[in-house]
């Protein structure tokens, strides 16, 4: 591994809301999803066993809006900064794949991938969904009915200990799109080097910011491309005094 001087380390903490940038609607808007589906009837482990095809009809119209959607500026300027040699991770709690159609490599769903389907008896059987959706008696190689690949409400987030290790070695840590009262997100943040500088992207930034947090009151989709240009152009990550006016 190069020391971080060459090659500093960018851990980004994303969430709901740089994927609404793209047209995905986010849960808590009150346009959002669990406007016309309560979460109890589609995402958690009860409404699976009481109404599967229900649950299965609703992550197949995610589905269908997700790959409709395409990454925006946000996401294009994390995956350009890891094309210019930043190391770059990101731990986001998305379960689209818009980061990884923009370009980046390094990327932790801690929610899991809704193009992805999963075994109901055994989490570590997991099957790409290119196209289409999952159905009734669709099984896995044991035998088991397929479900979405996503972690639903009551359920473990499998990769948790991996995004602290991660955020534990941040140079920077870039939170956009999630606030910080959000879990797991609040808690990450804690884990990050006590040198390493924590950003916050948000149109609400003033008022989410809590202490040793810089905020940025920008949209993503602004925020995110406006500070790449700016590490970009001096090859390391830092708080520019035009930004942050420190």
């Not at 998305?94 to 990884?100: Q, R």
């Not at 196209?131 to 008696?137: E, P």
Request: glycine share 8%.
């Amino acid at each position: 591994m190069t020391n971080h001087h060459s090659n500093p380390h960018l851990v980004v903490l994303s969430g709901a809301g740089i994927s609404a940038e793209s047209g995905i609607q986010t849960f808590r808007a009150a346009d959002g999803l669990w406007a016309d589906h309560p979460i109890e009837e589609v995402a958690t482990p009860e409404a699976w066993a009481r109404d599967p095809e229900r649950v299965l009809r609703f992550y197949d119209a995610r589905r269908d809006q997700v790959r409709r959607a395409r990454p925006n500026a946000a996401h294009k300027a994390l995956a350009r900064l890891e094309a210019d040699g930043f190391r770059v991770s990101i731990v986001t709690q998305n379960i689209d794949d818009l980061h990884e159609r923009a370009g980046s490599r390094r990327v932790v769903h801690l929610h899991g991938e809704i193009l992805k389907a999963r075994s109901s008896v055994d989490a570590r059987m997991r099957y790409p969904l290119p196209r289409g959706g999952i159905a009734l008696g669709d099984v896995c190689d044991k035998g088991s009915q397929l479900r979405p690949d996503v972690v639903w409400f009551g359920e473990a987030v499998p990769r948790f200990e991996e995004a602290i290790e991660i955020v534990a070695e941040a140079d920077l840590l870039l939170v956009v799109g999630t606030s910080l009262a959000v879990m797991p997100a609040a808690s990450l943040i804690d884990e990050a080097p006590m040198a390493a500088p924590r950003v916050l992207v948000d149109p609400e930034a003033r008022d989410l910011t809590t202490a040793g947090v810089h905020g940025l009151s920008l949209p993503a989709g602004e925020g995110v491309p406006l500070l790449a240009r700016h590490w970009r152009r001096e090859g390391r990550l830092w708080l520019p005094e035009a930004v942050f006016g420190e």
